[in-house]
C-alpha cells in the first residue's frame, strides 16, 4: 500500500517562504504525478500544484510565480517551495498521487478525485 507524508509546514510571516516536503516509501514519484493541494478552514479543498514525473510543473494561477514544485527521485520526495507568502495561503497542505498518470496535462490534476494516494497534511499558518 502507498503512503505517503508531507511535512515541513510552519508559521511564517506575510513575505515569508517555507519548503514543504512529500515523502514515499516506494518508488512512485519515478512514473508518477504528484499533486499538492491546501485546505483552509471553512473552504474547499483546493488544488495547487502538480508536477510530472518529467519534472514539468503546473501551478493554480494564485500561486504561480511565487510557488515551486520539484523532486528528488533518489529520495522519493517531491518539494514545493512557497515564497512571497500571504496571508491567504493560510491553510493545510497535502500531497497527493495516482496510478499509471506521469504527466499532470494528461489528466484533471487539479481535481481532488482524480488521485489515489494522499499524504496526512501539514499546516501553513502566515501571519500579517
Known amino acids: 500500500d502507498v503512503q505517503l507524508q508531507a511535512f515541513g509546514g510552519g508559521l511564517v510571516q506575510t513575505g515569508g517562504s517555507l519548503r514543504l516536503s512529500c515523502t514515499t516509501s516506494?518508488?512512485?514519484?519515478?512514473?508518477?504525478?504528484v499533486g499538492w493541494f491546501r485546505q483552509a478552514p471553512g473552504k474547499e479543498r483546493e488544488a495547487v500544484a502538480c508536477i510530472s514525473a518529467d519534472d514539468s510543473p503546473d501551478y493554480a494561477r494564485s500561486v504561480k510565480g511565487r510557488f515551486t514544485v520539484s523532486s528528488d527521485k533518489a529520495e522519493n520526495t517531491v518539494y514545493l517551495q512557497m515564497d512571497s507568502l500571504k496571508v491567504d495561503d493560510t491553510a493545510v497542505y497535502y500531497c497527493?498521487?495516482?496510478?499509471?498518470?506521469?504527466?499532470?496535462?494528461?489528466?484533471?490534476?487539479?481535481?481532488?478525485?482524480?488521485?489515489?494516494?494522499w499524504g496526512q497534511g501539514t499546516q501553513v499558518t502566515v501571519s500579517s
Open positions: 497527493a498521487s495516482l496510478n499509471d498518470e506521469g504527466e499532470c496535462s494528461a489528466f484533471d490534476w487539479d481535481n481532488q478525485e482524480e488521485y489515489d494516494y
Open positions: 516506494g518508488a512512485i514519484f519515478e512514473e508518477n504525478a
